[in-house]
T-cell receptor
């Protein structure tokens, strides 16, 4: 299994500012994902962040808006840049762990509110 | 592209009654299917998965799911619902052909009434 922590757990930010969310895993993992979830809604994949390569973004998400770092096998950051109220959401870090890559684990999420 | 559909936004059952949360999938190859549960203000918790083998998969908290290839379904079931089962349930499929990422259904809110 993998235990994932995220910082901050929640934040309230002003329009036009940026927030960096940290994701820490208690074991080394190759594949890491960032998701966005509106409260009570489904999860939308933002990007896949594999160590040693550039993050791969899904349609509708761009690097300038959501830059991602993956400096090592246990850590990643997601920045939400130039925020607007539409960015208010829960941001989730997730990893694939286990020998067969069949187990996907999720962090507790970061609840972001943009005023 | 692989996807899952959860046709019901909401499912209401009485405590002690059986429950079913529906999920259908669309894949190009063999499906890797999952169920997750999300309690209020909590992260996603893994319930169960189907990779291969027996069509009936047993998971956490007394839940089980039946993989039906002919109907492309993976419905979540529990013989006797508890009030504490009330939560948001997500069906998901692993896209092996696309960087192994997980595609989620829209979610079904289960409410179990005493």
């Amino acid at each position: 299994s993998a235990v994932i922590s995220q910082k901050p757990s929640r934040d309230i930010c002003q329009r036009g500012t940026s927030l960096t969310i940290q994701c820490q895993v208690d074991s080394q993992v190759t594949m890491m994902f960032w998701y966005r979830q509106q409260p009570g809604q489904s999860l939308t994949l933002i990007a896949t962040a594999n160590q040693g390569s550039e993050a791969t973004y899904e349609s509708g998400f761009v690097i300038d808006k959501f830059p991602i770092s993956r400096p090592n096998l246990t850590f990643s950051t997601l920045t939400v840049s130039n925020m607007s109220p539409e960015d208010s959401s829960i941001y989730l870090c997730s990893v694939l762990a286990g020998g067969s890559y069949n187990e996907q684990f999720f962090g507790p999420g970061t609840r972001l509110t943009v005023l | 592209a692989q996807s899952v559909a959860q046709p019901e936004d909401q499912v209401n059952v009485a405590e002690g009654n059986p429950l079913t949360v529906k999920c259908t999938y669309s894949v190009s190859g063999n499906p890797y299917l999952f169920w997750y549960v999300q309690y209020p203000n909590r992260g996603l918790q893994f319930l169960l998965k189907y990779i291969t083998g027996d069509n009936l998969v047993k998971g956490s908290y007394g839940f089980e799911a039946e993989f039906n290839k002919s109907q492309t379904s993976f419905h979540l079931k529990k013989p006797s619902a508890l009030v504490s089962d009330s939560a948001l349930y997500f069906c998901a499929v692993r896209d092996l052909a696309n960087n192994n990422d997980m595609r989620f259904g829209a979610g079904t809110r289960l409410t179990v009434k005493p």
